[in-house]
């Protein structure tokens, strides 16, 4: 069983910044790529960031250049520092682990998401 524990979202003005965590827990083996979706009211779920284990790095265009997407391999973890943030990237975020091998079944791979975490950015 995998588990994605997220962390770091809230309200901020526009402007202003937030760092996002999300922590990868259970017996796991490997992960391919992990990152961060967003979802805001009305809309489709779409990619904000990701990043493979091999430091590999994808930005949706409305954020380069403000985001900034990491990862810690030995923890699992993965990060995004968001600077100069819009009323337009209120959302919520979502962390997603892509093709996750635990030590119990190396032959399959899953995709996992986190529970989401709720970024508002006020004008």
């Known amino acids: 069983q995998v588990q994605l524990v997220e962390s770091g979202g809230g309200l901020v003005q526009a402007g202003g910044s937030l760092r996002l965590s999300c922590a990868a827990a259970?017996?796991?083996?490997?992960?391919?790529?992990m990152g961060w979706y967003r979802q805001a009211p009305g809309k489709q779920r779409e990619l904000v960031a990701a990043?493979?284990?091999?430091?590999?790095?994808n930005y949706a265009d409305s954020v380069k250049g403000r985001f900034t997407i990491s990862r810690d391999n030995a923890k699992n973890t993965v990060y995004l520092q968001m600077n100069s943030l819009k009323p337009e990237d209120t959302a919520v975020y979502y962390c997603n682990a892509d093709r996750v091998k635990t030590l119990e079944a190396l032959g399959v791979s899953y995709d996992y998401w986190g529970q989401g975490t709720q970024v508002t950015v006020s004008s």
């Open positions: 990043i493979t284990s091999r430091g590999s790095i």
């Open positions: 259970g017996s796991i083996f490997s992960i391919n790529a």
